[in-house]
């Protein structure tokens, strides 16, 4: 620093009228020095921001995963898949996730056959009749829907036709809005069931079907008033899970026995790779919701190794399940049955290799387990 700068920074004195013309062409060359230093650090900020980018792009291209055979990265997508439940339709897990990351992962996962051969299926029921144009939504409380499982087919049809001709109606728009969204669902659902399965290729199957109860406003509660009935796409996916009935190997179905029929009525030489079958919805527990002359074939597969269900000769034919097979059995045994045979639970005798055997006992308000 210039002598005489640095003695007036120690005093309080004014510069002489020479040295502060110095001072003041020593600033200026200060200032020219400053911008050329800011220049070069902003070239070299941006020279570190180009070498950090390419040191990320090495590590990236040369990061251990991009070494991984198809067959093991494919390994590694079922290790994803969870555990405790059947995957669902949602691009927020796998597999569907996995498609998503890049061109190689896609590839990688639609050639998987064994990462698409498990699917959870939520089926919806929509409004079976259109409103009155005087209809109003309740203020609140629960509605009790009543479902008629006997609607005839040409009925259904005419509500159809009924609602597309409604569809540019203004009073009926908020109803229309509802039909088409849960159409829209449910086509689209139908499609990505369709997809799932050719994806699964000749694999074991594992299907869970559930009735999901679709969300929707205080006004389009009171649609619920005039009933409901199955969509068609709903009853499409049933019908495409029987053409995939050889390769069924794990069946859970929370669904009513009236829209699971084409699949209860299998007989057992359609689906000779079933091993696990659970019913769960109530309808299979109530013998007055059950027809006389529904057997649930299916029961009878003859490599059926687990087994969850009610006991009651009007559901369940139990002469036709192959007892002897069984290791785990979950029974429930309906009011009514001990009298109608208090011998029922003879007939497990030839279970000798059952490993796991529980019983429910149905009372009127509930289901209470025993074990035995």
Known sequence: MDPVITSLLQTNDAASPSDATQIRELWKEDIVLLAAVEQEL?????????????????RTVLAPIRLLSTDILQYIFLLTLPDDRNPAMSSKESPLLLSQVCSTWRQAALTAPRL?????????????????RNLRAPLGGIATVVHNQQQQNDEEEEEEEEEEKHDNDPS????????????????????????????????????SMVEATPSFSSTTFSFLLNGQKWTRHSMDIVNILVKYSSQLAALDLDIPAGVAEPILGLPPSKVPRLRSLIFRNFEYYVVAQAKASSKHPIVGAPNIRSLKVPISAPVIDVTGVRWGNLINLDL?????????????????????????????????????????
Request: proline share 5%; glycine share 4%.
């Open 172 to 207: 009926n728009s908020e109803y229309d809005r509802y039909v088409r969204k849960m159409n829209s669902v449910m086509s689209n659902r139908r499609k990505m069931v369709e997809q799932w399965l050719m994806r699964a290729g000749i694999t074991d199957l594992s299907i």
């Open 332 to 372: 429930t045994i309906l009011p009514g049955s001990w009298d109608q045979d208090p011998k029922l639970l003879r007939g497990f005798s030839p279970a000798a290799k059952i490993l796991s055997f529980s019983v429910f006992t149905s009372r009127t308000h509930g289901v209470f387990r025993d074990r035995t």
């Open 116 to 132: 698409w051969s498990r699917l959870h299926i939520p089926l919806i029921r929509k409004s079976a009749k259109r409103p009155s």
């Open 42 to 58: 902003a070239a070299l900020k941006q020279k570190r921001r180009a070498l950090q980018a390419s040191i990320r792009n090495y």
